[in-house]
């Protein structure tokens, strides 16, 4: 298995060097010797392709899937019902509101 994988890693740098010539009419040699850099420079490129693919693709998809933080951040920031009073703390917060608008408009509002 490893030699076969070798075999492959060897023909595709080969191939890479070999368009490489083709492309910047380089002697074949030239391409060889430059091959790691050659390979670097595909692979990096490649990484980046990826990266920014990535990145539009999750800013296309929005808000869909939400994370456990937002989750948490939501739970928190919900406002009481009518059942629960201004003073209840809500599910998940275990401690009443003490600051902000919604505080002082409740009165629930102290300084500490």
């Not at 076969?4 to 070999?18: G, K, T």
């Not at 990096?44 to 990535?54: C, H």
């Amino acid at each position: 298995m490893r030699l076969r994988v070798a075999l492959v890693a060897l023909a595709a740098c080969l191939a890479l060097a070999a368009v490489a010539a083709l492309l910047l009419d380089w002697s074949f040699e030239k391409a060889v010797i430059l091959s790691p850099v050659i390979v670097m420079v595909v692979g990096a490129a490649g990484f980046l392709v990826v990266l920014w693919a990535r990145i539009v693709w999750e800013s296309i998809r929005g808000g869909r899937q939400d994370g456990p933080r937002r989750e948490r951040l939501r739970c928190r920031s919900r406002r009481p019902t009518d059942d629960e009073g201004p003073d209840h703390p809500g599910p998940g917060v275990s401690a009443p509101l003490t600051y902000g608008p919604q505080a002082r408009a409740s009165g629930a509002y102290r300084a500490t």
